[in-house]
């Protein structure tokens, strides 16, 4: 029994006696520095790969992922370059300058209308006017789109700050379709104008259409068109009314899809996009795909590709 006992004792013995070199060696090493150190950097690499593996499994921004998947076919802007796009469109000046309402409210066209009429005559005594238009000759650039499709918020966007978590309302913006009854324009410091043009569709009416088509077809300052797509409801017969009317007039512009931050699943746009054919028509329009600020949607993305779309056009870039 004793001897039974005693092995079991010398047993106990022998693995305390382990366990406590082991201890000391436990503590010696954590309380050298370099040890410390050491296991410090370990412990650091394996949470930064951790991170990594995370980053690439969660699924990217929708807009993001749209735009990366169709800049497959057209040159993506380098990051400098959206970055100084940005730095443009934030520091701004934006002033309200002149509405129209009907093609010779539009400053400049009655002058060039009487100009071209009085040429056509073929008057044998007539004679050239010297200009003496106050007008600075801008380049601008239009917004189109259905009633309700963004118009007026995207402009908010594009001219107001990143670092603001309000959008300055330059242009005026309702819930209630066919709001913007005429031409307006924005004047971004002194270096080019944005034009918001009434919606078309439903709510239009055979003025507003009239408006818009002849500032389309004459105005001179016009660089190009940026066709606004409700992402929420895909491209519909009047789009493709405007797209034909761009084409057949030669009139350059490019697609951007809108409200992005009202959906969920990027195959909703994508099928939009495929099923229309826009993807392939021979004038290989740009995709642009925004979201807006919002409650939930802090960051405005696409606001920055469009801000360098925009001054590209305008030769400012």
């Keep these: 029994m004793f001897g039974s006992l ?3 004792n010398k047993g106990v013995q022998r693995a305390m006696s382990f366990d406590a070199r082991n201890i000391v060696l436990n503590v010696n ?3 050298n520095p370099m040890s410390r150190q050491k296991d410090s950097d370990t412990s650091l690499k394996a949470e930064n790969k951790l991170e990594k593996a995370r980053r690439l499994q969660r699924p990217k921004p929708l807009v993001k992922a749209l735009q990366e998947y169709y800049d497959q076919k057209c040159r993506r802007p380098s990051t400098k370059s959206l970055g100084k796009a940005n730095q ?4 701004s000046n934006v002033k309200f300058e002149w509405s129209a309402f009907d ?3 539009i400053p400049g066209e009655s002058g060039r209308q009487n100009l071209e009429e009085r040429i056509a005559s073929n008057s044998s005594e007539m004679e050239i006017p010297k200009k003496r238009s106050s007008q600075k000759h801008l380049p601008e650039v239009a917004f189109l789109g259905r009633c309700n499709s963004g118009k007026s918020t995207v402009i908010n966007n594009l001219t107001t700050a990143f670092s603001q978590n309000k959008l300055d309302l330059h242009a005026r913006v309702s819930r209630h379709a066919g709001f913007t009854k005429g031409i307006n324009c924005f004047n971004i410091s002194g270096r080019l104008r944005l034009i918001d043009t009434p919606g078309y569709g439903v709510k239009s009416t055979h003025n507003q259409g009239d408006l818009t088509m002849h500032y389309l077809r004459n105005r001179r300052e016009l660089r190009r068109c940026f066709l606004l797509i409700s992402a929420e409801q895909g491209l519909q017969e009047f789009d493709f009314q405007i797209i034909e009317f761009l084409q057949t007039y030669g009139i350059p512009f490019e697609i951007a899809f809108t ?3 009202k959906l969920r699943d990027a ?3 994508h099928n939009y996009i495929e099923i229309s054919g826009v993807s392939e028509l ?3 329009p740009q995709l642009l795909f925004l979201s807006s600020l919002d409650k939930k949607n802090v960051k405005r993305h696409g606001i920055d ?3 360098y779309a925009i001054l590209e056009s305008c030769g400012l870039a």
């Design 259 to 261: 409200k992005l931050d």
């Design 267 to 269: 195959g909703t746009v």
């Design 305 to 307: 590709r469009l801000r």
């Design 29 to 31: 090493e954590s309380n």
């Design 88 to 91: 443009f469109f934030n520091s």
């Design 6 to 8: 005693f092995l079991r």
């Design 282 to 284: 021979a004038t290989l």
């Design 103 to 105: 093609a010779f409210d």
